[in-house]
């Protein structure tokens, strides 16, 4: 069976996966509410790593709605995606690098996604002009790399990830590309299925270095055939990193941080971040963890890591830029520092503020006076 075909077999609705989960007829009503807003849809593969006995089971909270979510607390676009956006599907918000929009479509929905306000929806978000944008990049110079993200631009036919590469790597100016995708997490089967996707990536891995930024979350995430996909990447010369969101009742203790970190460099892929959970409506109620018990969380955890290991940053994604969460002062504040800003002024400044224990996230005007 071809991906496409797997793929057509995800669970959809909360009948479906019923007697799978042992769901009570109210649970399967407070699901479907719930699907209604945000769509569901779960692979074979990762419904096969739930314990269908623990209903707080982690992986299930990432893939399955709990039908107890606050659909109308929090933001759609946390980080200003729309006022970055240049032309359709083109996003430019720090001078060297262009995000872009490939689909709307994703193996799994995360019930975490910072995207949902256009993932397994249709969307104007996305690109439909791959040489406007190629036009775009040649014509900002200071423009050295892209990440083709979506949704899942591994979801794309290989056919349509081929004219990416052929486009992207006749750009002289970029250094790399970068893919964001989490199929390797969530339906390794896309790239252990098809030996064309890999030669692809081989062929114009020589002309162009390219990394695959993934996302695992959890230690049981990685698998023996999510392991095999990595593997099978990592043969074609691409470099792995992975970038993990720290979320409430997942990995939200030491320990399972810790280990998941310590099993990503024990198989080649380097830690790059750790993100706060972004604000985002319908997660931000079941999600989020504050930043006092985060950093306590992430220090503990990079406690138990090598060198390596301890290389990830605990960042968050605001509408100013990407910002450090670095720790506590002896005064009680929060110290922070940017990292990349829309503001070119503003990278690397340090900052402190004074937050409450539950305070999730920043202002999006950020006082910075208050260093």
């Known amino acids: 069976m071809n991906w496409q075909d797997e793929i057509r077999k995800n669970f959809t609705t909360a009948e479906e996966l019923q007697d799978i989960l042992n769901l009570s007829p109210e649970e399967v009503g407070k699901i479907q509410d719930e699907i209604r807003r945000f769509p569901m849809s779960v692979t074979r593969y990762y419904l096969s790593l739930i314990d269908p006995d623990d209903p707080d089971d982690p992986i299930r909270k990432m893939a399955v709605p709990s039908g107890l979510a606050d659909l ?83 979801l794309l036919p290989t056919e349509q990830l081929a004219l990416w590469l052929e486009k992207m790597t006749a750009l002289t100016q970029l250094d790399f590309i970068r893919f964001g995708t989490r199929t390797p997490v969530t339906f390794p089967q896309r790239i252990l299925s098809d030996q064309t996707l890999t030669e692809l990536f081989e062929y114009y891995q020589d002309k162009k270095q390219i990394y ?122 929060m110290l922070f520092q940017y990292k990349q800003a829309k503001d070119p002024e503003q990278i690397g400044n340090i900052f402190s503020m004074r937050l409450g224990k539950e305070e999730t996230w920043l202002p999006e005007e950020i006082m910075t006076s208050e260093c």
């Not at 990049?137 to 050295?144: A, C, D, E, K, M």
């Not at 049981?220 to 996909?229: G, M, P, V």
């Not at 460099?265 to 931000?284: A, D, M, N």
Request: hydrophobic share 35%; proline share 3%; aromatic share 6%.
């Open 72 to 154: 109308t607390d929090g933001q759609m676009d946390t980080s200003g995606e729309q006022s970055n956006t240049v032309i359709q599907g083109l996003q430019h918000k720090y001078a060297e690098t262009a995000l872009i929009l490939t689909t709307s479509q994703c193996a799994m929905f995360c019930r975490h996604c910072f995207r949902r306000r256009l993932v397994g929806k249709t969307s104007d978000e996305i690109t439909v002009d791959i040489d406007g944008i190629a036009d775009y990049i040649r014509s900002h110079p200071r423009i050295n790399n892209v990440l083709l993200s979506g949704g899942d631009p591994f």
């Open 212 to 333: 695959v930024v993934t996302h695992f979350n959890h230690p049981r995430e990685i698998s023996e055939d999510s392991k095999a996909a990595v593997k099978k990447l990592q043969a074609a010369g691409i470099v792995i990193k992975n970038q993990t969101v720290l979320l409430r009742g997942i990995n939200d203790d030491p320990e399972i941080l810790g280990t998941l970190l310590q099993k990503l460099t024990s198989l080649g892929i380097i830690p790059h971040y750790i993100f706060q959970c972004r604000p985002v409506r319908g997660v931000k109620s079941l999600f989020q963890v504050p930043f006092t018990e985060g950093i306590e969380i992430v220090q503990k955890a990079l406690s138990l890591q090598n060198g390596l290991g301890k290389s990830v940053d605990y960042t968050l994604s605001h509408v100013t830029g990407k910002i450090r969460i670095l720790g506590k002062t002896a005064e009680g504040k």
